[in-house]
């Protein structure tokens, strides 16, 4: 039996700026509690976390993560598992003349799953309109 196919969701930006600092936005806590959810992440392969956030007084969203890959200023991979969802989010790097190329990519969306796809593609722009909100406050 041959697995369904499943979909992804790619957000691509140019963003001014090396990709040292952009990395910073993407794997220190503080930084990225500003831009996407409050979590206790560290840029460690197998290390288990979770990003948490209260919309509403009587909800909560917690995303079950675990770090797959890290190449310091290149590729950042974990697992986003939520709701049913079981996926990878994975970020890459590229310099360019102007700053860095920042690619996120989210796999593994079923075809059940439309209401997740619809969700994270909505979701994915404003996280990293916010992100990059956040590397122009940094020093």
Not at 40 to 67: L, M, N
Not at 85 to 95: G, K, Q, R
Request: glycine residues 6%; proline residues 8%; charged residues 25%.
């Amino acid at each position: 039996m041959t697995e369904p196919e499943t979909r992804t969701v790619v957000v691509e930006r140019e963003i001014a700026g090396p990709p040292e600092k952009i990395w910073r936005a993407l794997t220190q806590p503080h930084l990225i509690e500003e831009w996407l959810m409050k979590g206790d992440f560290k840029p460690v392969v197998g290390h288990r976390f979770d990003f948490r956030r209260d919309p509403k007084p009587d909800v909560s969203v917690v995303v079950d993560c675990q770090v797959l890959e890290v190449e310091p200023t290149k590729t950042l991979s974990y697992t986003w598992n939520a709701y049913g969802l079981e996926s990878i989010v994975t970020f890459t790097l590229t310099p360019t003349s102007t700053g860095t190329h920042l690619r996120m990519e989210q796999s593994g969306f079923r075809p059940d799953q439309q209401a997740a796809f619809k969700g994270s593609r909505a979701s994915w722009p404003h996280f990293l309109t916010t992100l990059e909100q956040v590397i122009k406050r940094m020093d």
